[in-house]
């Protein structure tokens, strides 16, 4: 959660503001000399990451030195696999009004290109079981998609850590033996953990679970909503992160 003084406020929103002015005015260029029109969701989110990066660029005297030491400015963003690899993101949600919880996950090929994704409503649970959920299912898909060397991106330390070291008597146990389970077939796949800047498709997918049917649903053709923010990927979309040394 960001805080700000009242007057620090509005600094923000008068910048947003013209930054949002300056987003349509590019977007009306585009379609007048390009015949490139971007629609009202794609500006909304630009101008939501825009807020993003003022805020942050705002509390930059705060946050700069921290709890933990020193921290020092990174440009985060998707990363693709090496050649001959698939990055298989995967991310949890779970919301409260209603009561809630869904995964989703994406596989792209190391130049970005959509391999295979899914989302799914769970219907209830902890942040920690969606998350788990999701990178079950997302290794199923992988493997049922025939490539054998992946890295599977996820931004939950948790969901790491307990496939690292939970033990049969942890509660989450059943979902991390299944991953275990996936993990040890004759296949090659790194676990690593990324931001969430770094995981926006995911994290689209998940939210997306919530307004689906429960159960998992396989997406085989990107529509035009998650085809932006694949694109999002592809091109090296960045967010701005204060990051400890």
């Known amino acids: 959660m960001f805080h700000y003084t009242a007057g620090h406020g509005r600094v923000i929103d008068s910048t947003l503001f013209a930054g949002t002015c300056w987003l349509l005015w590019k977007n009306r260029n585009n379609f007048c000399f390009q015949g490139e029109l971007q629609s009202f969701a ?19 005297e705060s946050t ?7 921290r020092t400015p990174r440009d985060i963003k998707w990363q693709p696999p090496q050649h001959e690899w698939v990055c298989l993101n995967t ?6 009004s209603p009561l809630s919880s869904a995964a989703g996950g994406v596989v792209q090929g190391d130049d970005g290109r959509f391999i295979t994704a899914f989302t799914m409503n769970l219907g209830g649970g902890s942040v920690t079981s969606a998350e788990l959920a999701g990178i079950v299912q997302g290794l199923k898909l992988t493997w049922e998609a025939g490539v054998r060397k992946v890295i599977l991106q996820t ?10 070291v939970a033990t049969p008597h942890h509660r989450h146990y059943t979902s991390v033996a299944e991953i275990r389970r996936w993990l040890a077939r004759d296949w090659q796949v790194h676990i690593v953990h990324v931001y969430r800047e ?4 995911a994290d689209y997918l998940a939210n997306l679970g919530h307004l689906c049917s429960v159960g998992s649903h396989v997406i085989a053709a990107p529509d035009a909503a998650l085809s932006y923010w694949l694109y999002h990927d592809i091109i090296g979309v960045g967010t701005t992160r204060f990051i400890i040394e």
């Open 42 to 60: 794609q500006i909304q989110a630009k101008s939501v990451q825009l807020k993003q990066q003022i805020i942050q660029a705002s509390e930059k």
């Open 91 to 96: 991310d949890g949600s779970v919301t409260n």
């Open 198 to 201: 770094a995981n926006v498709v």
């Open 155 to 164: 931004d939950s330390t948790t969901a790491k850590h307990l496939i690292e």
């Open 64 to 70: 700069i030195i921290g709890a933990g030491g020193l």
